[in-house]
T-cell receptor, first 113, second 114 residues
């Protein structure tokens, strides 16, 4: 069974631009979560989707948004990029309760210049 | 609120040494506890988990026991290898509810020297 796939693996953008990251979960998984990883803040939760509905959101500004499609694939969008948005963005998928295990993709490395 | 505290790194060991990485948590009820590992340039891989008090998770020679009385989930391995060099994250998900949100510790870098 294929794992979680994130595209693209690397992105370089400039301040003020917007970016869209994609995540394809493991087949059969309906829950998708996104995390931001930076050297200073560590791993921080962005949001979680289940069956196309956002059911949890982290403490990030409204510039960060996401959505989930009927096939469980998910995208996250960051508008008006700032230098501080440079990070590794990780997507994780899960079957959900009660197994409660999240499987991570390799991430998208975003650099904002 | 819920939180995870793990020991600062880096931890530098010689091959075949004994490893302990401390992890303590703050949470209501009975959270599920996890150890994830991240190799350079990769995402996170689940190493082991425990879902209730006194459960022992184990995988690839690593072990951790869910201690409710000390709110701890320390990671141990009897004999480390160079290939174990990576960053290790302790994490929890809150008890009950419908969310899978993971709360992570800051990570501990392990460097094993031959």
């Amino acid at each position: 069974k294929a794992g979680v796939t994130q595209t693209p693996r690397y992105l370089i953008k400039t301040r003020g631009q917007q970016v869209t990251l994609s995540c394809s979960p493991i087949s059969g998984h309906r829950s998708v979560s996104w995390y931001q990883q930076t050297p200073g803040q560590g791993l921080q939760f962005l949001f979680e989707y289940f069956s196309e509905t956002q059911r949890n959101k982290g403490n990030f500004p409204g510039r960060f948004s996401g959505r989930q499609f009927s096939n469980s694939r998910s995208e996250m969008n960051v508008s008006t990029l700032e230098l501080g948005d440079s990070a590794l963005y990780l997507c994780a998928s899960s079957l959900g309760q009660p197994e409660n295990i999240q499987y991570f993709g390799a991430g998208t490395r975003l650099s904002v210049l | 609120g819920n939180s995870v505290t793990q020991m600062e790194g880096p931890v530098t060991l010689s091959e075949e040494a004994f490893l302990t990485i401390n992890c303590t948590y703050t949470a209501t009820g009975y959270p599920s506890l996890f150890w994830y590992v991240q190799y350079p340039g990769e995402g996170l891989q689940l190493l082991l988990k425990a879902t209730k008090a006194d459960d022992k998770g184990s995988n690839k020679g690593f072990e951790a026991t869910y201690r409710k009385e000390t709110t701890s989930f320390h990671l141990e391995k009897g004999s480390v290898q160079v290939s174990d060099s990576a960053v290790y994250f302790c994490a929890l998900t809150a008890y009950g509810g419908a969310t899978n949100k993971l709360i992570f510790g800051t990570g501990t870098l392990l460097a094993v020297q031959p």
